[in-house]
T-cell receptor, first 109, second 115 residues
Framework: GIQVEQSPPDLILQEGANSTLRCNFS?????LQWFHQNPWGQLINLFY???GTKQNGRLSATTVATERYSLLYISSSQTTDSGVYFC???????????FGKGTTLSVSS | GAVVSQHPSWVICKSGTSVKIECRSL??????MFWYRQFPKQSLMLMAT?????????EQGVEKDKFLINHASLTLSTLTVTSAHPEDSSFYIC???????????FGPGTRLTVL
C-alpha cells in the first residue's frame, strides 16, 4: 500500500517562530489533506490540497504532486498551534484517507 | 466546512457488553463514511468503509463480526463493538465525504474504555 511519511516527528518552537512540516508519499494521489488534531482529539481540516498552493492566515501549504510531497508552513507560531499535525492521502476519488504518523508541535511562550 | 457529529463522545462499559457509536453528517449527504481507530500516541488506522445501502468493506485484520457497521441512510452510519474487551479500548473516529466533493470531514471522536 501507499506509504505516507511525515517529518519531523517532533518540533519544539518558541512563540513567533516559523516552521515547515513535510509529507512524502509513495504513489500518485487523488486527495491530500492536512489536519490539526487538538488536545480533545478533534481533527481540524486545514487544507484540501492534492496539488498547488493555498494560504489561510498564518498557514499555507504546497503540494508538488509530480514529486510526491507536500509542505505545511506555519508562520509566527502561537501556543494555540500546539498539537499533532497529520497529512493524509487517498489514491482514488472517494476512497479512504491514509494517514502519516504525524508531527507533534509544541509552541512555548 | 461540513459538520460531522458522533455520539456518544465517551463511553465506559464492562467487558462482554456491546457498544453502539453513531456518526452523523449534519448538513450534507454522505454517500460514503469511514471508520478509524486511534490508540494513544499513534496515528489513525482505517477500520472500514461504509457505503449507504450496501455492506461495509473492512480492512485486513479488522473482524467484521466484532465491529458491526450499518449505513442505513445518507446521514447516519453506526459502529457497534460487540462483546467488547479491554483491548478494544481506543478512540474511534468517523469521517464523511460529501457526495459531490473529494474532501473528507471528521467527527469529534468517541473514546471507548472497556473495564
Amino acid at each position: 500500500g501507499i506509504q505516507v511519511e511525515q517529518s519531523p516527528p517532533d518540533l519544539i518552537l518558541q512563540e513567533g517562530a516559523n516552521s515547515t512540516l513535510r509529507c512524502n508519499f509513495s504513489d500518485s494521489v487523488n486527495n491530500l489533506q492536512w489536519f490539526h488534531q487538538n488536545p480533545w482529539g478533534q481533527l481540524i481540516n486545514l487544507f484540501y490540497i492534492p496539488s498547488g498552493t493555498k494560504q489561510n492566515g498564518r498557514l499555507s501549504a504546497t503540494t508538488v504532486a509530480t514529486e510526491r510531497y507536500s509542505l505545511l508552513y506555519i508562520s509566527s507560531s502561537q501556543t494555540t498551534d500546539s498539537g499533532v499535525y497529520f497529512c493524509a492521502v487517498a489514491l482514488q476519488a472517494g476512497t479512504a484517507l491514509i494517514f502519516g504518523k504525524g508531527t507533534t508541535l509544541s509552541v512555548s511562550s | 466546512g461540513a459538520v460531522v457529529s458522533q455520539h456518544p463522545s465517551w463511553v465506559i462499559c464492562k467487558s462482554g457488553t456491546s457498544v453502539k457509536i453513531e456518526c452523523r453528517s449534519l448538513d450534507f449527504q454522505a454517500t460514503t463514511m469511514f471508520w478509524y481507530r486511534q490508540f494513544p500516541k499513534q496515528s489513525l488506522m482505517l477500520m472500514a468503509t461504509s457505503n449507504e445501502g450496501s455492506k461495509a468493506t473492512y480492512e485486513q485484520g479488522v473482524e467484521k463480526d466484532k465491529f458491526l457497521i450499518n449505513h442505513a441512510s445518507l446521514t447516519l452510519s453506526t459502529l457497534t463493538v460487540t462483546s467488547a474487551h479491554p483491548e478494544d479500548s481506543s478512540f474511534y473516529i468517523c469521517s464523511a465525504r460529501l457526495r459531490q466533493y473529494n474532501e473528507q470531514f471528521f467527527g469529534p471522536g468517541t473514546r471507548l474504555t472497556v473495564l
